[in-house]
């Protein structure tokens, strides 16, 4: 029993981080309708940004309350502002041409910021430990370490604030029109840009933190550290129905909880491929996914 | 009976298996090591990028698993030479047949998958092949396949390069190569006049796939050695990115992209250092400034007659 129970808080702290990123990409495509395959860049950049942060409050020496909130927040703005500026000079010019070529500049752009930051940030730096790593012992191999309880409070307070921006202000009612009908928002007066803008602003600031979290958790940052974690997100982003905010958090936690009972149950060799098992057989059965609105093909 | 356009097609193929060997025989011996070698990587994506651009240039058909099945025909092309001692050639078809085996497998829930979800799952499938692979301890796991023959030289390749280009010219120009075209256009119009559209749809899975594992096939046989790493999912993306820059519905435009953007990376080799960014940058501008491709839905001959693309 300790085995499951130690399974499942570490697959809820996986689940999380994935839930974070997973977020990014389901709330662009259902504005855009574009897999942003930048996203994982952002958070690979995000926690490069963090390091820095860090260096420069001084956190890495001497961690205070104060220090690693500013790095936090700091990284969240960053990250928010570097998909506005993605948004902005890749995307914005496409918007008229057709939905492949959107794709493949956001191909493009990943590509450029992994290896820019590869150029300018080399290729490996270590993470100082910026959060306390205290660990509880509940039951004989049950252990809590102090970076899941972070991880999944500051998730939920993220969830939380995201569920209040899109559900009850004048910006996240105007997000949801968007991502019903592009056209009908606009001739609604919704300034569409913007709220384009401000949902890639909105998705990225979530990688940023989960950049901040799995930073600390992994102790060392690489420019090659978006690309895995970002196509899990994505994943859980279509488990849970591409488009659909509270799908892309149940597919996420469900993606993080198999993978790590996969790996505690039967061996951890597999573990990758569950993702995709998992995937394929979800799509199979609900080509929408778990919680996706089944749109029936118009002529 | 052969049209007239199949037999002008077959007559070039023979033409120009005939000028590649002359090449292979008189010319490579004398030509600088590296630059043959470039050319042979050339020749090895033209194969892989052509199967692909019949799948999504022409058929519309979003596969973001190219890389999977060139592993497979890797794999197997590999695995028989190295435990049945097969002779390459043999394992190349072989393993060209086991991709387009895998490529029924994939193309199958293309039945119910449209767009992006089927983009995913073809993703998924390279993901599970690659794990399956560095799991399979007798295809060497994540250390790779070592000690196969070293096959693969210009000849073989462009041989390849040849019979694929020209049976796909062929396909694309015939009845059934319109099906696949109105598959991509509007999938209900063409079921609506009786068409089976999954069974045109899976059929470009096949003969897209089997063209790539012959592609893998010649990589196996290339270096003597492969890993599971080179046919990962940014192999994939670099694919599509390739027939999407030369033009979707087009043959020719694919294939001069690939070219150009295999060859590239080499060129830019002097500035080592920032040749990935200035290739990125590259297909960013390019997809901005000139959003159809290089040559749009027109094949290089049209392009040179100066005649206008026939409104669909």
């Known amino acids: 029993m300790t085995v499951f129970f130690q399974q499942l808080i570490n697959g809820l702290s996986l689940g999380a981080i994935y839930a974070l990123i997973a977020l990014g990409y389901t709330m662009v495509y259902g504005t855009l309708q574009l897999i942003n395959f930048a996203h994982s860049e952002v958070f690979m950049m995000g ?29 969240m703005a960053f990250c928010a502002a570097l998909g506005m500026t993605i948004e902005r000079l890749a995307y914005r010019p496409l918007r008229k041409s057709g939905r ?98 401000f949902t890639f602003a909105l998705g990225s600031s979530l990688a940023g933190a989960a950049a901040f979290l799995r930073a600390v958790d992994m102790h060392k940052i690489d420019p090659e550290m978006g690309t895995n974690m970002g196509l899990k997100a994505f994943v859980a982003a279509v488990l849970g129905g591409i488009g659909s905010i509270p799908g892309a958090v149940v597919g996420a936690i469900l993606l993080g909880l198999s993978e790590t009972f996969v790996s505690g149950y039967l061996t951890s060799t597999y573990r990758d491929a569950i993702a995709f098992c998992l995937l394929i057989i979800i799509l199979l059965f609900r080509p929408s996914g778990i919680l996706g609105k089944h749109a029936p093909e118009k002529v | ?23 292979q025989v008189f010319a490579i011996p004398w030509t600088d090591p590296y630059y043959a070698d470039i050319v042979v990587r050339v020749g090895m994506n033209l194969l892989a990028v052509m ?23 890797a794999y197997t092309a590999g695995a028989l030479s190295l435990y049945a001692h097969v002779p ?64 693969t030289n210009f000849g073989w390749t462009f041989t390849f390069v040849l019979l694929g280009g020209i049976s796909l010219r062929n396909l694309i120009a015939s009845g059934q190569g319109r099906v696949f075209e109105a598959v991509r256009d509007n999938e209900i119009a063409t079921r609506s006049l009786g068409i089976d559209t999954t069974r045109a749809k899976v059929t470009a899975f096949v003969i897209g796939a089997f063209w790539a594992g012959i592609a893998g096939g010649l ?10 790493t080179q046919f990962q999912y940014d192999r994939s993306i670099e694919l599509v990115a390739m027939v999407v820059l030369g033009g979707t519905g087009s043959l020719s435009g694919p294939l001069i992209a690939s070219s150009v953007l295999t ?22 501008g390019m997809m901005i400034l000139r959003p159809t491709g290089l040559l749009g839905a027109r094949e290089l001959t049209e392009v040179l007659r100066f005649r206008k693309p026939v409104k669909a």
């Open chain 1, 47 to 75: 926690a490069f940004m963090s390091l820095y942060l860090a260096r420069w409050t001084g956190a890495d020496q001497n961690p205070t309350v104060a220090s690693v909130t500013l790095v936090i927040l700091g990284t």
């Open chain 1, 100 to 197: 492949l070529n959107l794709l493949i500049t956001a191909i493009g752009v990943s590509m450029l910021l992994r290896n820019g930051t590869l150029l300018v940030c080399g290729p490996l730096a270590s993470f100082p430990t910026l959060l306390p790593a205290a660990q509880w012992q509940l039951a004989p191999g049950l252990t809590l370490r102090s970076m899941d309880v972070i991880t999944l409070a500051v998730t939920l307070v993220l969830m939380v604030l995201l569920h209040h921006i899109v559900e009850r202000t004048q910006m996240g009612r105007a997000m949801r029109a968007v991502s019903h009908s592009r056209d009908a928002a606009a001739l609604m007066g919704i300034n569409v840009d913007r709220v384009i803008a």
């Open chain 2, 1 to 23: 009976m052969m049209t007239r356009g199949a037999m002008i097609g077959w007559a070039a193929m023979l033409l120009g298996i005939t000028i590649v060997w002359g090449i």
């Open chain 2, 51 to 73: 199967g692909l651009a019949l799948v999504l240039g022409f058929t519309g058909q979003f596969s973001l698993g190219h890389a999977g099945f060139m592993a497979v025909g």
């Open chain 2, 88 to 151: 390459p050639p043999v394992c190349l078809i072989v393993g060209g047949c086991a991709a387009a085996v895998a490529g029924v497998v994939v193309g199958l829930p293309s039945l119910r998958l449209t767009g992006d979800y089927l983009a995913v799952v073809t993703l998924g499938f390279n993901g599970i092949i690659i794990v399956l692979i560095q799991n399979a301890e007798w295809l060497g796991g994540a250390k790779g396949l070592i000690g196969l023959p070293t096959f």
């Open chain 2, 219 to 228: 990589v196996a046989f290339h270096r003597g050695s492969i890993f599971p």
């Open chain 2, 263 to 284: 060859a590239l990376p080499e060129l830019l080799r002097p500035i080592a250092q920032y040749r990935m960014v200035i290739y990125s940058l590259l297909l960013i």
